[in-house]
Nanobody, 115 residues
């Protein structure tokens, strides 16, 4: 079993920055692929950024140049640095991890960007 705990969400003005953290614990034996997704009200959950076991990153076109995903493997923690936030970035941000053949999700953290 794996648990994920996200933190760092909040209310910020457009143009501001936030840093989300997601700490994984439980049955983790290796460096696992992790990612950030978000879901805006009335919309489907969408991929924001992912980081592979080797450290390769992939960002959605809508956040390229503004967001950065990174990880601290020793702490089993993944981060999402969000700069230049826009109102359309508002939503609940979820992290996930692929471990022991399953995909686990955190409970989500709210990000609200005011115009």
């Amino acid at each position: 079993q794996v648990q994920l705990v996200e933190s760092g969400g909040g209310l910020v003005q457009a143009g501001g920055s936030l840093r989300l953290s997601c700490a994984a614990s439980g049955t983790i034996f290796s460096i696992n692929p992790m990612g950030w997704y978000r879901q805006a009200p009335g919309k489907e959950r969408e991929r924001v950024a992912t980081i592979s076991s080797s450290g390769s990153t992939n960002l959605a076109d809508s956040v390229k140049g503004r967001f950065t995903i990174s990880r601290d493997s020793m702490k089993n923690t993944v981060y999402l640095q969000m700069n230049g936030l826009k109102p359309e970035d508002t939503g609940v941000y979820y992290c996930n991890i692929l471990a022991t053949g399953r995909l686990y999700w955190g409970q989500g953290t709210q990000v609200t960007v005011s115009s």
